[in-house]
């Protein structure tokens, strides 16, 4: 069953409230087997809006309409939904004497504008509120349906867990569809290209759209070619992320077919391009720099100049980063590199630096690790280096203290924000890396 999200709100068009009610609805219809394969927003006008709705019943078994069931005169999803019902408002006595309780019981008169939250269209079924004024809609057209509700988000959730959620499945019983659950993971990388990682997985994902139905696993797991997807999603200074999607027969199938799924695509970018995975959904790469931290118990401390304390900030972000991260020395001026660092006189865009800033850190913040980072921001070139230059530095146990180089792309807030991720996936990688080992991120000197 193919439910579209109808949106409406002339202030979601300009931008002025963001849709997190259409988000919540996805993620909620795919936790029951609800496909929504169309997300449309439109402004306060019943031509605009009948139109919207006309479009979505076209070609999907269902609509659900969020806002627009106010008492003001923009509030006209009622009398939408009514001309494409093509039948007349009736004002219902009973949703009347509701509205009139709510208002009494909190001291107030009910203003008059109010009755037309009480207007309902002749053949739907009311859906009554529990939170607030504005009572949500079952409408039938023909063998299909249009759902309206309120586009306040508490009250939106509350008849969608009531009310359409429960409809919606037994009108699939009663289509024969089984429900199950649509479940998605998005598995986090580093250090490859969109089109990189496509090309990478490109295989993989055509045999996903090509296999026939097959077993797989425990009774209960089996599933047809094309039930499980892969998608793209470059997300900037967040890397680029794997979505990947499953049908399942219920949560803890659709689990383990998660599972199956991200442990192929692990091997398969593994194999072509080393550790470029760092995290899964909402994983960022410091929860994957305290992971792997914490496998030796090893402490860390940053030295920071293009960064300005980014890196830092990220660190602290994880619960209980006390154990492991000591604290950053921001060495913006080359005085405090010389002086507190103890960095060479000389260039400060440089390896050398790089390297030298990171055995400060580690030094003089008593931390296992020394991670620096210094490089050009722009819009000036420093040191002859171009904007975009970054040199990493890393200091560890055992090991001579290495240097990274790479260039960044963006203007100035970009490229310290790139910096800060790269230098971070360095660190991640390293860490319990046997000394001399390949990294696969920068280039090594």
Partial sequence: ??????????????????????????????????????????????????????????????????????????????????????????????????????????????????????????????????????PGLVCPVGHKVVYAVPGVPYEMSDMFDRAIAPDLVGRMADRGETTGVIASRVIRTWGMSESGLAETLADHIDHLDAAPQRAGGPAGTQRAGGAATVAFLASG????????????????????????????????????????????????????????LAVDGLTVGLAESLTGGLAASRLVNVPGASRWFRGSVVSYASEVKFSVLGVPEGPVVSEEAARAMADGARRVLGADVGLSITGVAGPDPQDDQPPGTVFVGLARPGSDTESFAFTVPGDRDRVRQYATIAALDLLRRTVGRPPGGRVGSGSAR
């Fill in 1 to 134: 069953m193919r439910i579209e999200i109808v949106a409406v709100g002339t202030e979601l068009l300009l931008g002025q409230i963001a849709d997190t009610n259409s988000r919540w609805m996805g993620e909620h219809l795919a936790a029951i087997g609800v496909a929504s394969h169309f997300h449309q927003a439109v402004g306060d006008n019943q031509e605009r809006i009948v139109l919207a709705l006309r479009t979505a019943l076209a070609r999907s078994d269902g609509v659900i309409v969020c806002g627009g069931l106010g008492p003001t005169h923009d509030d006209i999803t009622r009398d939408a939904i009514a001309e494409v019902m093509n039948v007349p408002l009736e004002r219902d006595d009973g949703v009347v004497e509701k509205i009139r309780a709510l208002f009494s019981s909190r001291g107030r008169e009910m203003p008059d504008s109010n009755l037309r939250q009480a207007d309902v269209p002749v053949g739907a079924v009311v859906i009554p509120q529990t939170k607030g004024t504005a």
């Fill in 237 to 292: 200074i967040e890397g680029i992320k794997v979505r990947v999607t499953v049908r399942g027969a219920d949560a803890e199938v659709a689990s383990a077919l998660l599972d199956e799924e991200e442990a192929r695509i692990r091997d398969i970018l593994t194999a072509a391009a080393g550790d470029v995975v760092f995290g899964v959904d909402d994983e960022a790469i410091e929860d994957a720099v305290a992971r792997a």
